[in-house]
């Protein structure tokens, strides 16, 4: 099973780095360019989302599980795998449910550094993944210099997952809170279409 994990895995690497530059893209402009490239957003990460599970489930099979959860470093892929995929649906959700209202205000930011987060994270769990067939690479030494060795466990403290916690129920709250205050989506976006035509017609003539 491992050339068929090879290969599928090159999918959602590929959609995935793709969807990070049509945010970046459209969080910059308000172009035609940019409004395009977001219109395919949505499938764009759809298509990615189901070509990792795909990739996921198939690199069950490359090694025994006992194999696989023996070992640091094929733990360590493995938990970097399950938080890519579910931080890449997440992304997902949030620009399918909240439609263009995303790119709104500070929130276009927000965007941005999601992507961001979600392409390191693609980039760590394909270099753990590298390393388990023995294809070297930089990103190892660059995760040892900031203080994490591949070939040994991740654990995250009880603190850190405490602040995890609150900091997950706290931004849950002010989902619900924010959720009960907007506008509905069709408003919203219409909202949104009517600032972004004022902005492309310039200021109203003097009379």
Known sequence: MAPYHVVLVHFPIALFMTATLAILLRAVSEGPLARVTDQALVPLLAVGLIAGVAAYVVGLFVWPWEALSST????????????????????????????????????????????????????????????????????????????????????????????????????????VWGARHALPPVAAQAAARARTERRSRGPEPAI
């Open 72 to 175: 640091p470093l094929g733990r360590n892929h493995m938990l970097l795998a399950t938080w890519t995929l579910a931080y890449w649906a997440l992304v997902l959700a949030t620009r399918w449910l909240q439609g263009e209202a995303v790119w709104e205000g500070i929130t276009r930011w927000v965007m941005a550094g999601l992507a961001i987060l979600g392409s390191i994270l693609l980039g760590i769990t394909g270099t753990l993944g590298g390393h388990l067939v023995g294809i070297y690479t930089d990103v190892a030494a660059a995760l040892r210099f900031l203080g994490w060795e591949v070939y040994t466990t991740f654990y995250v403290p009880t603190a850190t997952l405490a602040v995890i916690g609150i900091a997950a129920i706290v931004l849950i709250g002010l989902g």
